[in-house]
């Protein structure tokens, strides 16, 4: 029988972890980073050199089993400590390549490290005096398919593998997999400040030629991964940026 007083005497705490399988959407991109600023796009006509920056962006779009309410998400730059040090060497410990990771089935950890940060409020932004563990963003498996990547879910979950392809991979009323989601586009702050960003640089490069400053804006923007193929060259904000930057 255990001593559960000797248990309770020699007790160590127990750090929880977050797990979540899903789908893995991962951006990179050049950018400058003014301080107290949001990240921008970096443009050679523009910025300085020794002040660019490698952007990553990474979602995970949880298992619609797993009933998740938000998304997990990291964002870093390359040659910080939590990206070089922590989540490259688990992802080189996978053998895969970081481009292999955008779209693909994961399963990834949030891991506490130790290190605290001061919570501060949402809404106003004030410091609320309380103190927050930080987490390191770890990959733990690459998933072949959405159906293993559920398989692995449920078997870690009921304590048996299963095949997520049967339907004994599912209660009588739950829903079958769905098709993969869609990736999420970036926020549209972001989006506008990469936008603003080719327009000075087209306007740096070809003068104040209304016409050659938004092809080579369309061009750019449309060759771009990170908007997602949109057409925003043809929007009002853009075409106002434009404008503005031309008059």
């Not at 920056?53 to 730059?77: C, G, H, S, W, Y």
């Not at 498996?141 to 593998?161: H, I, R, T």
Request: overall charge negative.
């Amino acid at each position: 029988m255990n001593d559960v007083f000797e248990e309770a005497e020699n007790a160590v705490e127990t750090k929880p972890t977050w797990n979540t399988w899903g789908q893995c959407n991962l951006t990179a991109f050049e950018c400058v980073w003014p301080k107290g600023s949001m990240p921008i796009a970096f443009d050679a006509n523009v910025h300085r050199k020794q002040d660019r920056k490698l952007r990553i962006e990474i979602v995970v779009i949880p298992l619609d089993e797993m009933q998740a309410r938000f998304n997990t998400e990291f964002k870093t730059v390359a040659d910080s400590h939590d990206w070089a040090a922590v989540t490259l060497p688990s992802i080189k410990a996978l053998g895969v390549k970081i481009a292999s990771l955008d779209n693909a089935w994961v399963k990834i950890t949030r891991k506490p490290n130790g290190k605290f940060y001061a919570k501060k409020d949402k809404t106003t932004g004030q410091p609320t005096g309380e103190k927050a563990e930080m987490t390191d963003f770890l990959f733990l498996k690459v998933f072949q398919s959405q159906d293993e990547c559920l398989s692995d879910y449920l078997g870690e979950s009921a304590g048996d593998p299963v095949d997520a392809s049967s339907a004994d991979a599912f209660p009588v009323d739950a829903p079958a997999p769905v098709a993969p989601s869609q990736p999420v586009a970036p926020p549209a702050s972001l989006v506008t400040q990469f936008a603003q960003a080719l327009v000075n640089g087209a306007v740096a490069k070809l003068g104040k030629d209304p016409a050659a400053v938004t092809e080579n804006v369309r061009i750019q923007i449309e060759a771009a991964p990170f908007f997602g193929g949109k057409k925003l060259a043809e929007l009002p904000e853009v075409m106002a940026m434009i404008m503005t930057a031309v008059a």
